[in-house]
């Protein structure tokens, strides 16, 4: 768990475990994640990207044969998620999709991709399907590298941002929600709006079938009566044969059963006199003919009722016959043509109905669109009043990034047509950006280098801590074209980040690495004559070694390597 303090809240991280089999320049390696910001170094070459790979896999992002290990046939990333503290309503996701539950409160995903192009997947043990995994990991992670972050440039992505600053996201949903009973009653609508002649032919189809259904009294259950039925009474001959013969075989001829049991009977008795302890085989051989003698009479009974009438068989042929041609016509079972029937009588009714029903959903999408309108335009208020306040903090934190006179400004424009509303609502935002002062701000899409986008996602990020579900946040070269003490300031952004998110940084910085709470470097080795990369979490020692490395090395790099650990946001771990 994250540790308490102040402003901090008790929370559960998220990414414990991450295994990679295969996959680039990993063999097999098992990664242990710690809460808090991780940050991932190492040389150039050494396959740190590996670990943003490996993310993209699990979360359902297109696999790359390419990067399947040389000579290896398959690649696995299994990752296990702690969602113990996660919003998401993750159970009831799992369970519409027939998917196991979380046990001891860990979410498990794994992907397998073979040479052949065999994609395999699976949450907590149940096979599942890419897109599947690709929405779920939308709730777990949000990936930033060097060009995961463009989707700070999509429309509905801003408005996501601007409605979890404001607290909005409910009354979003509410909108949507509303939005999706529109289209429903304009469907109703529809199946109904249809011209004279094709209403009347779907009038009498609809008036055939049910009465057809109706006429024919339909039992559930009843085909398996009747097949039986016809099979006694269509092998009459054979079954009257075959009882006649085991009546004979049982007492009707001089070598019949019953007879040579008597028989027996005799014998034992004899043998009883004789010898008194004989006695039970006796009265065995009673039961036995007890036992026979009832199985006559049944045999008897079961012989009389037999009777061929042709009669009854054409009416067992046709009611058969009638069946099959309902299921053929309207499901596989009787069962099924009964439920047509139902459904078939439902649309019937609806059409017959047609003008009353058609005023009842025009009255009833009418109410709805004055809804819409009213709570799209008190969404629409809420998140323009948002906005002064979500640019000021924008712009306080992109200063400390190195745009110390940069203007930033999130636009919101209403459209009243519902007709454009989507379920986000029925605005258009759109974050504008000037990096340096005099020139004008200007769509962010339109100017932003990778790296200026970058920084503005992180000062967003910072900005929307306390307000950002998504638990996990992977930075891939975030801090590229920075320095100094942007540098510092970049990394302490994650720092601040990581109090309610667990942070995952891959950098080239020492002043951003310095400031995790926790350091793993990236090895590249040979081993039996393969190159490999391998993943180590660093004690203090290790870390001031390997943060000399990223400034140059030397005993002056080591120094400033322990002053950057002595910052407050840099301990050493």
């Known amino acids: 768990m994250f540790p308490s303090g102040p402003g901090r809240r008790l929370i559960w991280f998220v990414l414990s475990t991450l295994r990679i089999k295969n996959l680039a320049l990993v063999a097999d390696l098992t990664l242990e994640l710690q809460p808090g910001f991780c940050a991932i170094t190492g040389e150039t070459g050494t396959g740190k990207s590996v670990i943003l790979g490996a993310l993209n896999l699990v979360l359902g992002r297109r696999a790359d044969r390419g990067a399947l290990r040389s000579g290896a046939e398959s690649c696995t990333v299994e990752a296990v998620f702690e969602v113990r503290d996660l919003k998401a309503p993750l159970d009831a996701f799992l369970d519409e999709r027939g998917l196991e539950p979380c046990e001891s409160g860990q979410l498990v ?33 949000d990936l930033h590298g060097p060009h995961d972050h463009r989707s700070l440039l999509q429309p509905r992505l801003q408005l996501s941002l601007v409605d979890a600053h404001g607290a909005l996201d409910s009354r979003r949903e509410a909108f949507a929600e509303l939005l999706r009973r529109r289209t429903r009653i304009q469907e109703a609508k529809a199946a109904l709006i249809v011209d004279e002649r094709t209403y009347a032919q779907q009038l009498d189809l609809l008036r055939h079938q049910v009465r057809e259904i ?105 009611r058969l016959g009638l069946l099959q041609s309902l299921q053929r016509k309207y499901g596989g079972s009787v069962e099924e043509v009964l439920a047509f029937g139902e459904e078939a009588s439902q649309r019937l009714e609806s059409l017959e109905g047609r003008d009353a029903e058609l005023e009842r959903l025009n009255r009833e999408l009418e109410t709805v669109e004055s809804e819409l309108q009213k709570l799209g335009k008190d969404l629409s208020d809420r998140r323009r009043a948002v906005l002064p306040g979500l640019n000021r903090a924008a712009e306080s934190e992109l200063s400390s990034l190195g745009f110390r006179q940069s203007r930033f400004e999130a636009t919101l424009v209403h459209e009243p047509d519902l007709a454009q509303a989507t379920e986000t609502g029925m605005d258009r935002m759109e974050f504008l950006f000037a990096p340096n002062p005099g020139e004008p701000a200007r769509p962010l899409r339109s100017i932003a280098s990778s790296g200026e986008l970058a920084r503005v996602m992180l000062a967003l990020k ?40 667990q942070v995952l940084c891959i950098t080239h910085l020492a002043p951003v690495a310095a400031t995790a709470s926790t350091h793993y470097q990236v090895i590249k080795e040979v081993r039996d004559g393969r190159t490999e990369s391998r993943i180590q979490a660093l004690d203090s020692r290790e870390r001031v070694a390997e943060l000399g490395r990223m400034l140059g090395g030397g005993p002056a790099a080591l120094r400033h390597a322990r002053e950057l650990l002595d910052r407050p946001s840099g301990k050493a771990s």
């Not at 009566?225 to 054979?238: L, T």
């Not at 005799?266 to 302890?277: F, G, V």
């Not at 930075?475 to 601040?496: I, R, S």
């Open 462 to 501: 910072t900005v929307l801590a306390d307000q950002d579900s998504v638990p996990v946040l992977v930075f891939d070269e975030v801090d590229a074209n920075v320095g100094g003490e942007t540098a510092h300031a970049v990394g302490q952004k994650m720092a601040t980040i990581a109090s309610r998110h």
């Open 109 to 141: 995903l794994k992907r397998t991709f073979t040479a052949a192009g065999t994609n395999r997947q699976f949450i907590n043990g149940s096979p599942t399907t890419v897109a599947t995994l690709e929405e779920l990991g939308g709730w777990l992670v």
């Open 214 to 318: 109706a006429d024919a009294r339909l039992r559930p259950g009843e085909q398996a009566e009747w097949e039986a039925e016809h099979g006694r009474v269509s092998n009459a001959a054979r079954l009257q044969e075959l009882s006649q013969g085991a009546l004979a075989l049982l007492g009707e001829t001089d070598d019949a059963t019953l007879t040579s049991l008597g028989a027996v009977g005799r014998t034992l008795n004899d043998l009883a006199r004789i010898d008194a302890s004989a006695q039970p085989m006796l009265d065995l051989q009673a039961q036995a003919v007890g036992m026979l003698r009832d199985l006559q009479a049944e045999l008897s009974r079961y012989s009389d009722r037999i009777e061929s009438d042709p009669h009854r068989l054409a009416e067992l042929d046709e």
